[in-house]
């Protein structure tokens, strides 16, 4: 997505938003497109859910992780569970939540206040980055009935298009959190926590634009998907 066109979408948002918490958010991330992404302040996040349809299925955690001047701030890290309609069902068998885990969750309505000021001036990374965003967008439609736009770099986007510069075909499972991560010589990390995950996103994103050359001459808008 070039930046004038992620520009001109959030001007025109700020424009037409009537909400001021959004107004504001978008404010925030308009100064940040042009920034080299080795400058810009990001945030990497994850989110468990007990299924992959925002329509019907809920979230369960959310992780977030800062990215600031090329560096992760550890003490800048945070996890929420999340309170939702009914059990988790068979779904515990990927995240490992559990019902009895909520018991003091947040409800979903803090949740997303909390996430919008937790990002609010953060260009969001993620692995696989709509998927994460459609359930955000869901969820805060359902709240504030107000949809948002959520610009976020997508590592998965990013490996693939350097193995297919190399690669004509990828291999099946390529392109998961941990495949990427090994072929930077990256740790491996439990698998299926928000946090860990939204940790792990943060050092490939790190590691890519290592790759790159440094990021120096690269802006956020130039990778975002």
């Given at each position: 997505?070039?930046?004038?066109?992620?520009n001109?979408?959030?001007?025109?948002?700020?424009?037409?938003?009537?909400?001021?918490?959004?107004?504001?958010?978008?404010?925030?991330?308009?100064?940040?497109?042009?920034?080299?992404?080795?400058?810009?302040?990001?945030?990497?996040?994850?989110?468990?859910?007990?299924?992959?349809?925002?329509?019907?299925?809920?979230?369960?955690?959310?992780?977030?992780?800062?990215?600031?001047?090329?560096?992760?701030?550890?003490?800048?890290?945070?996890?929420?569970?999340?309170?939702?309609?009914?059990?988790?069902?068979?779904?515990?068998?990927?995240?490992?939540?559990?019902?009895?885990?909520?018991?003091?969750?947040?409800?979903?309505?803090?949740?997303?206040?909390?996430?919008?000021?937790?990002?609010?001036?953060?260009?969001?990374?993620?692995?696989?980055?709509?998927?994460?965003?459609?359930?955000?967008?869901?969820?805060?439609?359902?709240?504030?009935?107000?949809?948002?736009?959520?610009?976020?770099?997508?590592?998965?986007?990013?490996?693939?298009?350097?193995?297919?510069?190399?690669?004509?075909?990828?291999?099946?499972g390529?392109?998961?959190?941990?495949?990427?991560?090994?072929?930077?010589?990256?740790?491996?990390?439990?698998?299926?926590?928000?946090?860990?995950d939204?940790?792990?996103?943060?050092?490939?994103?790190?590691?890519?634009?290592?790759?790159?050359?440094?990021?120096?001459?690269i802006?956020?808008?130039?990778?975002?998907?």
């Amino acid at each position: 997505m070039g930046a004038w066109l992620i520009n001109a979408t959030l001007k025109w948002r700020t424009l037409k938003c009537n909400h001021s918490l959004f107004k504001d958010y978008y404010q925030s991330l308009i100064p940040l497109m042009r920034l080299p992404v080795t400058q810009a302040p990001l945030m990497a996040m994850d989110l468990e859910m007990t299924g992959l349809d925002p329509l019907k299925d809920q979230i369960l955690s959310i992780g977030l992780v800062p990215i600031v001047n090329g560096v992760i701030p550890l003490d800048g890290a945070q996890q929420k569970l999340v309170q939702i309609r009914g059990s988790v069902g068979q779904s515990a068998t990927i995240h490992g939540i559990l019902d009895n885990h909520l018991a003091e969750a947040v409800t979903i309505e803090e949740a997303m206040a909390w996430f919008v000021a937790q990002t609010r001036g953060h260009v969001l990374v993620a692995h696989h980055s709509p998927l994460d965003c459609r359930f955000l967008q869901q969820d805060i439609l359902s709240i504030y009935r107000q949809a948002i736009v959520l610009p976020a770099i997508d590592t998965l986007v990013l490996e693939k298009n350097r193995l297919l510069r190399e690669h004509s075909v990828l291999k099946e499972g390529s392109l998961r959190l941990g495949a990427c991560r090994e072929r930077y010589g990256l740790p491996i990390y439990g698998a299926h926590s928000a946090l860990t995950d939204a940790l792990a996103c943060a050092e490939l994103l790190l590691a890519q634009v290592a790759a790159m050359g440094g990021g120096a001459d690269i802006s956020v808008a130039d990778l975002l998907s």
